[in-house]
């Protein structure tokens, strides 16, 4: 295990100002951990157990403990009652601290509902450090996406050094050739939405290679925010398939919320 660089006794000062929590900041300064995020409408997340898995299986992989759904829950359910919301953009995170780690939850307001805007990305060479795993330090992700807006396009593509498409920089990716949606196998995370999505339609996980892009017809990235059609991936351009994305969002829609609390539900109460 790492040990974080910054001490949980540490004076902290941000501008000038000293920090009004300096043990925890220093938690989240250290950078090691990982999150889920999703989408609670009423109360209720789709596939809210999938999203237990990926924090329990992370939690175990990376400090060698469980972290159990009911606790997820419960944190989860208490920090939406005290913001005030049953609808929101929730994040659950795990940072390690001392010898064990610890968990804590943001709530911000709800993404909207619907397809997101269409998207042109560019494809860069850089794959995510463990890729299975949803964990902090996206400098690179982010790095790259900043540099993919200032040429003029919405995000980056990743690709492997072999010209292989792996993942968005903050989405899965599907394309579509007629008849299935193909996910690409290259090193990636598998997100909620994508696997949602992919047991609910015609799809199939193979390598997609760059030079193959030209000979799909349609394209959308998936990510707990957002559904959205990509209509270009550098030269290749891609129209808009309303057919496909009403099919696509239709899945999703049909997917039915899981509710964050079992039982009556009191600890939404806050």
Do not use: C
């Amino acid at each position: 295990m790492t040990t974080s660089p910054v001490p949980a006794s540490a004076h902290i000062e941000i501008d000038g100002v000293p920090a009004a929590d300096p043990a925890s900041l220093s938690v989240v300064m250290g950078g090691y951990g990982h999150f889920t995020a999703m989408q609670v409408r009423d109360g209720r997340v789709k596939g809210l157990g999938l999203h237990l898995d990926r924090l329990d299986r992370a939690t175990r992989e990376l400090f060698g403990e469980p972290l159990p759904g009911e606790r997820v829950r419960e944190l989860l359910a208490r920090a939406l009652g005290r913001a005030g919301r049953r609808d929101a953009s929730a994040r659950v995170y795990a940072y390690e601290h001392g010898s064990g780690f610890l968990v804590a939850v943001t709530v911000r307001e709800a993404a909207p509902d619907g397809l997101g805007a269409p998207q042109r990305l560019t494809a860069v060479d850089y794959l995510r450090p463990a890729a299975h795993l949803k964990h902090l330090g996206g400098f690179g992700q982010m790095y790259h996406g900043d540099a993919a807006r200032r040429a003029g396009f919405d995000e980056a593509l990743l690709t492997t050094p072999a010209g292989e498409v792996a993942e968005g920089a903050v989405a899965n990716i599907a394309f579509w050739d007629g008849t299935s949606l193909v996910w690409p196998t290259a090193p990636h995370l598998t997100g909620i939405t994508m696997a949602l999505l992919a047991p609910r339609l015609p799809s199939i996980h193979r390598p997609v290679p760059l030079a193959e892009l030209a000979g799909f017809r349609a394209a959308f990235t998936a990510n707990s925010r957002t559904i959205a059609p990509v209509t270009a991936v550098d030269g290749v351009a891609y129209p808009v398939d309303e057919a496909l994305m009403a099919r696509v969002l239709a899945a999703y829609t049909a997917v039915p919320g899981e509710k964050i609390v079992s039982g009556d539900g009191s600890v939404l109460a806050g």
